[in-house]
């Protein structure tokens, strides 16, 4: 029974961690302008699709790594300049349906690039699984685990440590405030979709040898990191973590002890509970309007 236990809650710490990864790009492109990134899946699936391509052109995994996040974080920038940046006066649905048709469109291109099927990527380092008390872990757990531990990490020294960091933070409070001071806000935009898009290709390719890749991976994954985001809380990167890895946890617990049919329904059935009690999520700030 603990071993059965050990082995759903290792399952769901792991794509939790996925979830966390992909919910904190929400997190920062909502911080930086209040919209919802819906390509932001497209940008995980890059980033294994990517290094698997190049993995298979017999470059070194290491190189195909930064090349592969490179590109993500590209794709990001262009996205911003290309689809964002001269819609600025829109509403914020309008942005919405514009990354969805960014998302709609990137997809389409990697279908033509790299067809439909799934593709396998190898671990990182051994392949021999590890037993924990009779449960057993696939070695590339801790990889996701160390590396989401690391970005996370490296999110907070950004945001606190760099001006980079504290001009998107201070964007995000106050646009044009952080423009009167000097701010170039278009840019912190185009930073912040950027580190967005290397958040959602490391999510992709840390991933991608536990569920393999393919083109189409970043729709559920990145429907499930958003459901993270909401339910952590909009904007929160505490809750962004938190909601992730509790989606991921009750996720393989309902897989396991129910059935794995029934996965994606206990998913989106956990937002509809949290948001009916606490509609700005776990973490989200509170608002006070003046009447």
């Known amino acids: 029974m603990l071993a059965e236990f050990l082995q759903y809650l290792f399952t769901g710490i792991t794509i939790g961690a996925t979830y966390a990864l992909i919910a904190l790009g929400f997190t920062l492109i909502y911080n930086a302008s209040h919209v919802i990134n819906f390509a932001q899946g497209e940008f995980l699936m890059i980033g294994g699709m990517a290094t698997v391509s190049l993995t298979a052109m017999g470059v070194p995994m290491i190189l195909a790594v930064v090349l592969a996040v490179i590109l993500a974080g590209l794709l990001g920038i262009a996205l911003q300049r290309l689809a964002i940046a001269p819609a600025k006066q ?112 490391v999510a992709g390719i840390v991933v991608a040898p536990i569920t393999f890749t393919s083109y189409d991976i970043g729709i559920i994954l990145g429907l499930k990191g958003f459901v993270a985001a909401a339910i952590g809380g909009l904007g929160s990167g505490v809750g962004a973590v938190v909601g992730g890895l509790s989606l991921g946890i009750v996720e393989a617990m309902a897989a396991g002890y129910i059935s794995s049919d029934y996965k994606d329904a206990v998913a989106f059935s956990m937002i509809l509970l949290v948001l009916f009690f606490m509609p700005r999520g776990l973490f989200g700030a509170k608002v006070v309007e003046r009447v």
């Open 90 to 201: 829109a509403d914020v649905v309008t942005l919405i349906i514009i990354t969805i048709g960014a998302s709609i469109f990137i997809r389409g291109i990697a279908q033509v690039v790299w067809g439909k099927e799934y593709h396998v990527m190898q671990n990182f380092s051994t392949s021999e699984p590890i037993e924990v008390f009779g449960a057993v872990l696939n070695s590339q757990s801790l990889w996701v685990l160390g590396i989401g531990a690391v970005m996370v990490v490296g999110l907070v020294l950004f945001f606190t440590k760099t001006l980079i960091g504290k001009a998107i933070l201070a964007t995000s409070m106050n646009k044009e405030a952080a423009r009167l001071v000097g701010i170039r806000t278009q840019m912190v935009l185009m930073l912040a979709f950027m580190v967005s898009a290397l958040l959602g290709s």
